[in-house]
């Protein structure tokens, strides 16, 4: 335990936890353990949450019927899973109402809830990240990616390739990778004219340079002035992902993960100073001063490390990783955030051993499933391999049923991440 773990001699307080999937249950795991938390809640969880608190029926996109429990239940301190809730304000209503929220301010989850601004954020403060043009109209993209693929603008000459992103929100789905001609017009028209990726999307898109390098999940905690980093991972996005070393099929929300990653000192060092430390001086300076998790999905190219996409919320399923090798109480770790008080020496990790999650995903994921089919009630929890519950729910008559397109995972840790694979593998 930290020291400040020690010295705690308050009482507990009602914590409540937003969000169903897996991320949302290795955080209620892992609070269940601090001496801070004394009730605790999950909104609206799964069907394994109720092993470390009570469920409550209401949405993570509800923001008016959380702030009603938090009011109703005299919330202590409220974690926030899903980006929707924090992208809609979720934490400006409950701080308004006075309660505490572990979470940006909508005016600083403006980084992942817009593309686009988060591309400008990046210029504006020298953050290294990929070259860029955005539309709002569907004919203006189709005139330029007509002139890249013609080479008729200066681009086509040093770009390897376009990726085409929603500025909005698509719960990780909305980003294509377009090959030719041929596919980058229909990428418009999925995303723009067809809205394939739901009706309210496709108002604008951000067309950027393709990048080549291995990626990375680098996450930080951070204060409002102060950032503490967490273990670099990695996560694999392709349905089958175990096909390539990148896998093959459609994007999904993410299928396996590992950590840490293992980067060099002075890479390290670039990335903290050049895109974690400028993006929350930057913030701060521009009046959105960020509290939270800020998520840095990075791309390692022969020019160094740059910023692929920001999110303002912990990643899933790199958390799930990463949060088995945390040491510390992440009790305290909330609170001292949310206070503006957190210190590196607080946020202590395992060493010399690695973590592996591997996604178990409903049949058709992530095109269409079938959700309330009965599964088996499935638990592994051993000190080295656990099962983690995603899209579970429990019926009318008690029986696990799929609630969600990835049902759960397992979650492994051993000496090397190999070896933490192959044991997920073998359960």
Same mark, same amino acid.
């Given at each position: 335990?930290?020291?400040?773990?020690?010295?705690?001699?308050?009482?507990?307080?009602? @914590?409540?936890?937003?969000?169903?999937?897996?991320?949302?249950?290795?955080?209620?795991?892992?609070?269940?353990?601090?001496?801070?938390?004394?009730?605790?809640?999950?909104?609206?969880?799964?069907?394994?949450?109720?092993?470390?608190?009570?469920?409550?029926?209401?949405?993570?996109?509800?923001?008016?019927?959380?702030?009603?429990?938090?009011?109703?239940?005299?919330?202590?301190?409220?974690?926030?899973?899903?980006?929707?809730?924090?992208?809609?304000?979720?934490?400006?209503?409950?701080?308004?109402?006075?309660?505490?929220?572990?979470?940006?301010?909508?005016?600083?989850?403006?980084?992942?809830?817009?593309?686009?601004?988060?591309?400008? @954020?990046?210029?504006?403060?020298?953050?290294?990240?990929?070259?860029?043009?955005?539309?709002?109209?569907?004919?203006?993209?189709?005139? @330029?990616?007509?002139?890249?693929?013609?080479?008729?603008?200066?681009?086509?000459?040093?770009?390897?390739?376009?990726?085409?992103?929603?500025?909005?929100?698509?719960?990780g789905k909305g980003v294509e990778l377009p090959r030719t001609l041929e596919e980058a017009m229909a990428m418009v028209d999925r995303m723009m004219v067809d809205k394939v990726y739901g009706k309210n999307t496709g108002k604008r898109i951000l067309v950027q340079e393709r990048l080549?390098?291995?990626?990375?999940?680098?996450?930080?905690?951070?204060?409002?002035?102060?950032?503490?980093?967490?273990?670099?991972?990695?996560?694999?996005?392709?349905?089958?992902?175990?096909?390539?070393?990148?896998?093959?099929?459609?994007?999904?929300?993410?299928?396996?993960?590992?950590?840490?990653?293992?980067?060099?000192?002075?890479?390290?060092?670039?990335i903290y100073t050049d895109i974690l430390k400028k993006t929350v001086n930057g913030m701060r300076n521009e009046g959105r001063e960020f509290k939270g998790v800020l998520y840095a999905g990075i791309m390692l190219t022969k020019a160094g490390p740059k910023v692929l996409e920001f999110?303002?919320?912990?990643?899933?399923?790199?958390?799930?990783?990463?949060?088995?090798?945390?040491?510390?109480?992440?009790?305290?770790?909330?609170?001292?955030?949310?206070?503006?008080?957190?210190?590196?020496?607080?946020?202590?990790?395992?060493?010399?051993?690695?973590?592996?999650?591997?996604?178990?995903?409903?049949?058709?994921?992530?095109?269409?499933?079938?959700?309330?089919?009965?599964?088996?009630?499935?638990?592994?929890?051993?000190?080295?391999?656990?099962?983690?519950?995603?899209?579970?729910?429990?019926?009318?008559?008690?029986?696990?049923?799929?609630?969600?397109?990835?049902?759960?995972?397992?979650?492994?840790?051993?000496?090397?991440?190999e070896e933490a694979f192959a044991k997920a593998d073998s359960r």
């Amino acid at each position: 335990m930290t020291k400040e773990t020690q010295q705690y001699k308050g009482d507990p307080r009602k @914590f409540l936890v937003v969000g169903g999937g897996a991320r949302e249950y290795v955080l209620a795991r892992k609070l269940k353990e601090s001496p801070r938390v004394g009730k605790l809640y999950i909104a609206p969880g799964n069907g394994g949450t109720e092993k470390f608190g009570r469920n409550v029926a209401v949405s993570a996109e509800d923001i008016n019927g959380i702030a009603r429990f938090v009011a109703d239940n005299d919330i202590g301190n409220t974690v926030v899973g899903p980006e929707v809730f924090l992208v809609n304000g979720g934490v400006d209503q409950l701080n308004s109402n006075g309660y505490a929220a572990f979470g940006p301010r909508e005016n600083a989850a403006i980084i992942e809830g817009s593309k686009v601004w988060s591309a400008g @954020f990046m210029d504006r403060n020298g953050i290294p990240s990929p070259e860029h043009v955005d539309f709002s109209d569907p004919e203006a993209a189709e005139v @330029f990616i007509r002139a890249f693929y013609g080479k008729y603008i200066p681009q086509s000459y040093k770009w390897k390739g376009i990726v085409g992103k929603l500025d909005e929100l698509a719960g990780g789905k909305g980003v294509e990778l377009p090959r030719t001609l041929e596919e980058a017009m229909a990428m418009v028209d999925r995303m723009m004219v067809d809205k394939v990726y739901g009706k309210n999307t496709g108002k604008r898109i951000l067309v950027q340079e393709r990048l080549e390098g291995p990626e990375v999940s680098v996450m930080a905690l951070v204060d409002g002035k102060r950032f503490v980093p967490l273990p670099p991972a990695r996560d694999y996005k392709k349905v089958n992902d175990g096909e390539g070393p990148e896998g093959s099929g459609p994007n999904t929300g993410g299928m396996a993960s590992f950590a840490p990653v293992e980067l060099n000192p002075e890479l390290l060092r670039v990335i903290y100073t050049d895109i974690l430390k400028k993006t929350v001086n930057g913030m701060r300076n521009e009046g959105r001063e960020f509290k939270g998790v800020l998520y840095a999905g990075i791309m390692l190219t022969k020019a160094g490390p740059k910023v692929l996409e920001f999110n303002c919320r912990f990643g899933d399923p790199e958390l799930q990783a990463i949060l088995a090798l945390l040491v510390s109480d992440l009790g305290d770790i909330v609170v001292l955030t949310e206070e503006g008080k957190l210190n590196k020496n607080q946020v202590r990790f395992r060493q010399g051993v690695a973590t592996a999650y591997e996604v178990v995903a409903s049949g058709g994921y992530p095109g269409h499933y079938v959700k309330d089919k009965e599964i088996e009630d499935y638990e592994i929890d051993e000190p080295d391999v656990q099962f983690i519950h995603a899209g579970t729910r429990r019926n009318k008559n008690g029986k696990l049923v799929t609630d969600g397109g990835r049902v759960g995972g397992i979650l492994a840790v051993a000496q090397t991440v190999e070896e933490a694979f192959a044991k997920a593998d073998s359960r």
